[in-house]
């Protein structure tokens, strides 16, 4: 299956900050995901990220305020703009493939405190 | 966002006891998948089930999509320490979008 690697894997950010969290998978995949877990919570799709068109933001997430790259197909950027403190959350790149057809490989994941 | 139904929320067991967990959602999926995820990692895939009625076993764990294909459980036996986590079923479907949809996960605590 396929391996992540994110960055940075744990960030403290200043209030009105940006953080761009960079994602880098080792083989070529054609949709990437963002999802966000915020403390002690389940996993939310922030958006879906295909090579060479714009992501498609799930509702409640808006391409201002989480602006998504993907210049390749071995990597995607997730940009969490102006941070507040309701910002604090872990944020997961994954990508299809695996152990099987339908199933999703995590990064390691991001983790932002914001102050 | 969307998410699907897990029961329960959480659990204390001993060492050695089984572990029933479900999962419910009023939508039909194509595929159920079952997650742990340890802290500070990222989940990590533990079985897919592609079938209604589909059984399937990974070592000491077992899970079952549902018939109707609304719902999945996943039973562990001979709970060990190394079990201690939190567990997430997620469904993926391809009626009206693309996606993967996450449960609102099962936090296991193993007593020695």
């Known amino acids: 299956s396929a391996v992540i690697s994110q960055k940075p894997s744990r960030d403290i950010c200043q209030r009105g900050t940006s953080l761009t969290i960079q994602c880098q998978v080792d083989?070529?995949?054609?949709?990437m995901f963002w999802y966000r877990q915020q403390p002690g919570q389940s996993l939310t799709l922030i958006a879906t990220a295909n090579q060479g068109s714009e992501a498609t933001y799930e509702s409640g997430f808006v391409i201002d305020k989480f602006p998504i790259s993907r210049p390749n197909l071995t990597f995607s950027t997730l940009t969490v703009s102006n941070m507040s403190p309701e910002d604090s959350s872990i944020y997961l790149c994954?990508?299809?493939?695996?152990?099987?057809?339908?199933?999703?490989?995590f990064g390691a994941g991001s983790r932002l405190t914001v102050l | 966002g969307q998410q699907l139904n897990q029961s329960p929320q959480s659990m204390f067991i001993q060492e050695g006891e089984d572990v029933s967990m479900n999962c419910t959602s009023s939508s039909i999926f194509n595929t159920w998948l079952w997650y742990k995820q340890d802290p500070g990692e990222g989940p990590v895939l533990l079985i897919a089930l592609y079938k209604a009625g589909e059984l399937t076993s990974n070592g000491r764990l077992t899970a079952q999509f549902g018939i109707t294909r609304k719902d999945s459980f996943l039973n562990i036996s001979a709970s060990i320490p190394s079990d201690v986590g939190i567990y997430f079923c997620a469904g993926f479907t391809t009626s009206g979008t693309y996606k993967y949809i996450f449960g609102t996960g099962t936090r296991l605590k193993v007593l020695a």
């Open positions: 994954s990508v299809e493939g695996g152990s099987g057809a339908n199933v999703l490989t």
């Open positions: 083989s070529q995949v054609t949709m």
